[in-house]
């Protein structure tokens, strides 16, 4: 089969690139220019690129580079700042996912002749014995990534490979030593790439849109403080509320950009028994209404049990089966069959 394996420089891929060759396969390596900006972090440093370059000579595979910058900043770092802008919470790696490493790069990857695109993430894609392709967990719990690939579909899936799915972290460390890559030990990017270490979120968002002062509110109105930036501030968030110390804690219930105004109130006031999720994609086909499922609403959350009480095409509502704190608008919502194992569908919350 001809592979081409996307390289972030990263040890994840390194391995995918490294089993693939392995296993008999004839494989390319990719690496993607997407940020043409600072960048000290993540997947989009010079220091990463080369490193994809240098395994790749290692393997003794051909490494590409292409240039997706003009779609990166389409898809990915316009919709983050606008996010911002309408108070919403943004999710720019899943964002990533959709419309770079599983739309765009798999359509080059067509066009070039490849028969399958693998990336490094920690997940497995399985065809059950009725042909339908699922999405399944990672062998390894504390790093699976099932849930920032719940957007594929039976076509993405049926040409997508996930070559270290079934291996832990540990392991893929130590073929990575036996190899003598050298990503062998380089640390894991937990951050957006495109956000420096050094000036951080708040730099970034300054240079790109107003920040406007916003009253900190309780549920009857009476002002309590202020925030310096609203378009910094997402449901949930507890620290950088400009309240005087010693006060009782408080958790963001509400964000109006518009009125510039955020609510607090007590953390039991984010429960919620529902939540509408909006842009659904389904692995295979939409859910009927009364299923059970379980539903994921955070990278490294838990599953926790709902039903489906609405179903679409392209948006769904799921019922707690107990109270759930609240999903902040813009995150994604991943739903899983009864074993906690395969996706199922997921969306944005609404």
């Known amino acids: ?50 490193d994809a370059r240098r395994v790749a000579q290692q393997l003794r595979i051909d490494h590409l580079v292409f240039n997706f910058a003009e779609d990166f900043d389409d898809h990915v770092v316009d919709p983050y700042v606008q996010a911002h802008q309408t108070g919403t919470t943004p999710n720019p790696c899943i964002e990533c996912n959709r419309h770079l490493k599983f739309d765009r790069l798999s359509r080059r990857a067509e066009l070039l002749g490849f028969d399958a695109v693998a990336t490094g993430h920690h997940a497995q894609v399985e065809r059950g014995p009725n042909g339908i392709w699922r999405v399944a967990r990672g062998a390894d719990a504390a ?23 079934h291996l832990t972290k540990d392991e ?5 030593r036996r190899l003598g890559l050298r990503t062998a030990d380089k640390p ?16 970034f968002l300054g240079k790109r849109i107003p920040f406007r002062r916003a009253h900190v509110v309780d549920e009857g109105g ?15 968030q507890r620290r950088g509320l400009g309240l005087p110390g010693g006060s009782p804690k408080q958790f963001v219930l509400d964000v109006d950009v518009e009125r510039a105004v955020v609510v607090v ?13 909006d842009d659904v994609t389904w692995s295979h086909e939409p859910l009927p209404l009364g299923s059970d499922v379980l539903v994921q609403a955070s990278a490294h959350g838990a599953a926790q049990p709902a039903v489906i009480e609405s179903s679409a095409a392209r948006e769904f509502v799921v019922r707690w089966m107990t109270p759930q704190r ?10 899983y069959d009864a074993t906690n194992r395969f996706v199922l569908g997921g969306g944005t919350a609404r």
């Not at 008999?24 to 000290?40: I, P, Y």
């Not at 790093?143 to 799915?165: A, C, E, I, N």
């Not at 002002?223 to 310096?228: C, E, F, N, P, Q």
């Not at 609240?326 to 739903?335: E, I």
Request: hydrophobic content about 40%.
């Open 1 to 50: 089969m001809k592979v081409l394996v996307a390289m972030s420089g990263g040890v994840d891929s390194s391995v995918a690139a490294a089993e693939l060759r392995r296993d008999g396969h004839d494989v390319v390596g990719v690496t993607l220019r997407l940020w043409g900006g600072e960048s000290d972090t993540g997947c989009c440093s010079v220091s990463d690129v080369d």
């Open 143 to 165: 790093k699976d990534q099932s849930y920032v690939v719940h957007m594929l579909d039976q076509r993405q899936l049926s040409r997508t490979l996930f070559p270290v799915g």
């Open 172 to 176: 893929v460390r130590d073929r990575a």
């Open 188 to 203: 894991d990017s937990q951050d957006v790439c495109f956000i420096s270490k050094t000036g951080g979120r708040e730099v």
């Open 222 to 236: 009476n002002r309590l403080g202020a925030v310096d930036a609203v378009e910094m501030i997402t449901i949930g």
């Open 265 to 277: 109130g007590d953390e039991s006031r984010l429960a919620t028994s529902a939540v509408h999720v």
């Open 326 to 335: 609240r999903v902040a608008p813009g995150q994604s919502v991943v739903l």
